[in-house]
Every structure is written in structure tokens, then in C-alpha cells.
């Protein structure tokens, strides 16, 4: 059996087909002009995987009340939302670096929330200027 | 006219195309205090602040990055560098003798008299009022890019059940991200028979969400009085006219415009700036120099851009120019110009002129855009009856920014025909009229 699939990984979108043998198992993939167009189409029919980005809760700035995060490495696709409802029961705290980990073992062990931006901690929540 | 104050580099916004024009001046020898980066917002980073999902920095850095993490390393740079910035600072004019008159909270009114000026202003988005979309004025209808910056910034949800009008990248980003945190969106509706966004944001925001786009179709009318209601939606012809009887209404309490981007060039107006009427941006020549003498454009205030990977680019060229200006007082002794024009379903080209410089450049490079989707097509630089550059494309899409680049040889071949014009156009196949 053949499939059309589109490739996330870069901002080309190459067309893939991907043929699957009766266990639906990927046998080939054409349509691809990278490696890892190659690997996405391999693991999109078995363990589909995304990238989440979102926000968590931010205290101790006087700038922001947000941080922006991702995950480490992609998450399985299905877990998405799961994902979602224990991002709303976090919270950082600055002053944060890029790469911070915000929660450890996210979703999947060894895959983390990391912070996204770099955010001072505010003069008001800084205890040694007041 | 009158000034308060001098620096040799005055760079409005502080976005991508700011922070790397400043960059790559500085790198060009333009003193860190005698740069200075005036920035409206209450931070560095422009849009990129709010765009907090993945897919910037392929081309520039070899990996996917966030909007923020892409705009804090160019942060990073300005502040180790020591360049110079005021934030919550809003530019009012620039004259044609490029003195930039400037509101600051610590500095003031100011009249900077300055070296060089690069317009890094970035771009706004159309709203409805642009669309004419008839019905009530009610709340709940916002611009995708302000529902972004509720979302990710602010903390807000503007809505609970949505409906995005304009399959942009920008509207198909906020149908994922409104989806995630939890609203239901209904549908996204786009004018054209194809998407103006990336296929792999089709596949990601909309497929994995099992959100649907309908391709020609658009809104026609909107209910509700305090707040939106519902709207109704219309398939459009040939000639993306509403056809009648094929209205629906769909309930929904908010409705997100995403229907393209605008140029900010308000303050290149002010100077004098000649502006390309399909661009929207200044008119410049390969120095992205515009039509007033040491003034330089760059990034979406040039013309919009797909990848701010690009900006990053032709900021650096910005950036390159201007100190290269500042320094030398102005460009070789130029003996004349070549217009570059375009045919054959190509819109646009930036730059939309050469100076001819006594020194033949190293490089040239052009970006353009497209009319309409074609497949198996040559893009193709042509002057004085001669192929100089031939590209072949799988497909082009409008909504996909091309480029052409014109190497060492192919630039001494270019000044040596001795031409006044150049034409950038699309050689279509037979292939592709089946």
C-alpha cells in the first residue's frame, strides 16, 4: 500500500510516498531529498512524534509573566494534550537561562521542558537590591 | 535643519533585521557606542518574541529554534558587543538629511543627526477593515499576530470556539496553538484555491489536529452584537467573487484574520523614500540602499519574508553597506544603473536596481516572488539577449519566497554587456501546460 505524506522536519515540505507492507510496516520511502526526510517517513506511521512548544507561568520578572518552552527532543504525537494539562500545573522562576530545565523527565524519561528565552530576575523580586 | 546629537548608525527597530544589521556593522569596523538600536517595544527581539514555536534558524545556525531562542542569540551578541539600544522608544520622523527625531523615556525628545540610518521596521497585518467584510462590529475578532501575542505573551485566550480566515503561516501556526490550549477551531478558510503557507505547517497545524481548510472560500458575514456570534461563510468563484447560495454559517465566538502583511514605512514616507508599489518596501540597489542617499532598508519593512533566516542575510548586507557607507563617505563613483525588471509570473525582485560600481561585485544576489503556482519551471536572469543564470524549480508557489544569485563570473559578464536593464522572468514548460 502506498501513502502521501508531507515532511516537517524543514520548511521545503517535500511530498513523500511512503509503501507499507501488509503488517503496515514502512518498507520504502521516495520523494524525500534528505536523510532525515527519510527518517521522519519511517517513524510517522509507527511512533509519530512532535516537537511542543508552549508557555509556563513565570514569577520573579518584572517584564514577564511567561516563559516560552519546548521539549528537549520530540514527544509521541498522542500525548500532546497530556503534555498540555501538566504544562499548566508548572511554573518557573527567574531569572532563567536558555536550556534551563524546567521539568525534568517530561512526558518520557530523559526528554525535558527547557526554557526558550533568557529572563532577568526584576529589581522588585531581588532581594539584595531592596 | 536643527539636531540635538550625532551617532554614525541609527537603526529603527530592534527585531531580526535590527539587531543583525547592528551586528554585522559593528563586525564592519562602526564604533559599539556609535551604534544605536531604538526599539517601540519594552524589549530587543521584534515579532520573534511572540512567535514561540518551532522552525527558525535552519539555514542560519544547522538546527530548529524557537522565535525567542533565534532573537536571544542575536541579543546576546549586541549586548556582549557593547551596541547600543533604548527600548519603549518610538522614532517620529527621518529626514532626507537623515536626522532621526526620537521619543525615549531616558533620553527624551531627541534630534540625532546620524551617519548612516537603517529601517529595520518590520511589518503589520491587514485587518478587517482592509477586507471590507460586511455585518456588526462585535468583539472577538482579532488579527492572528495579536492573537499571538495574547496567547503567548499576555496570557489570554481570545476565544473558545474559533474560526481562522486566511491559511498564512501565521493562521495556520495560531489554529495548533489555539487548539493546544484549548479552544476548538472550526475551520480555517482560505480566498485562494491554494494555501499562502508552508505544506509542512498544512501537515503539522491543521492534518495532526484534524482541523479543516477550505480552500476557496471566505467570510461574508459576520453575526453578533456585543461579541461574534457566528460567521458566514462563502465558496468564491474564479474570480474570488462570494457565489450565491453556497453561504453557511458557522458558530463560533472568535474569528482570527490572517490575510497577509504590510510593510511598515511610515517613517521611510517621511523621508522622502521611493516605495515599490508591489512590495510595499523602499525601492533599493544591491547596497539595500534606498532612493535617499546613506538611508538602507532591510527585512520585512523591505519586503515580507517567509524565513527570518533571510532577514538575517540581507540585514548583514544592510548592515555591511552602512558601515562600508559610513566609512568611505558613499559607494565607487557609480556610471549609472540597471533597472531589473521582471516577467513571466515573477511579481517582484529586491534589489529592483544595480549601481553599476567601478568594482565588480563578488556576489549578487535577488529574491522574488511568484504570481501564482506553477511546476517545472526555468527561473531565469536574462540582459542585453543573453541567459546570464538559469534555475530549473520543481514548483513555485507565492507563498514561497525564491531567490537567484549571480556568481563572480556571471557579475563581470552582467557589467561587461554595458545594459541599463535586466529581467528576472519564469520560462514555462510544455510539461507544465498539461
Redesign the interface.
Known sequence: MKKN???????I?C?LEVTLDDNGKVVDVAGNTCKRGHDYAMTEFTDPR??????V?LTGSD????L?V?TSAPIP?PK??EA?KKVNTLEANAPVK?GDVICADFIEDGINLIA???IDQGDSHDNSKR | MEFDTQKQLVIVGGGPAGLAAAMEAFRNGIAPDDILIIERD??LGGIL?QC????FG?HMFGE?L????YS?RF??EVKNAGVGYVTNSMVLSISDERIVTFVSPEMGFVRMKAGAVVICTGCRERTRGALNIPGTRPAGIYSAGTAQRYV????FMPGKRVVILGSGDIGLIMARRMT???AKVLRVCELMPYSGG???N???CL??FDIPLYLSHTVTEIRGKERVEGVVISKVDENRRPIPGTEEYVECDTLLLSVGLIPENELAKLAGIELDRITGGAVVNQYNETTVKGIFACGNALHVH??VDFVTREAYTAGRSAAKFIKDGGFEVATGEIICKTSGGVRYTVPQKLIKSVTVPEELKFYMRVDNIYKNVKLELHAGGETLKSVKKRSVAPGEMESLTLGAAECAKLYSLGVNELEITLLHSEEEAK
Open positions: 505524506l508531507t515532511c516537517i522536519v524543514c520548511p515540505g511530498r512532535r516537537t511542543l512548544t508552549t508557555t507561568r517584564s514577564d509573566s511567561f516560552p519546548r504525537k500532546l494534550f498540555m536558555v526558550c528565552k533568557n | 519594552r524589549e518574541n514561540i514555536h518551532a522552525g535552519l530548529e524557537t522565535g525567542p531562542e536571544g541579543i546576546e503567548n505573551i499576555e496570557g493546544l490550549e484549548g508552508l505544506a509542512r498544512i501537515a503539522q492534518d495532526d517567509d524565513l
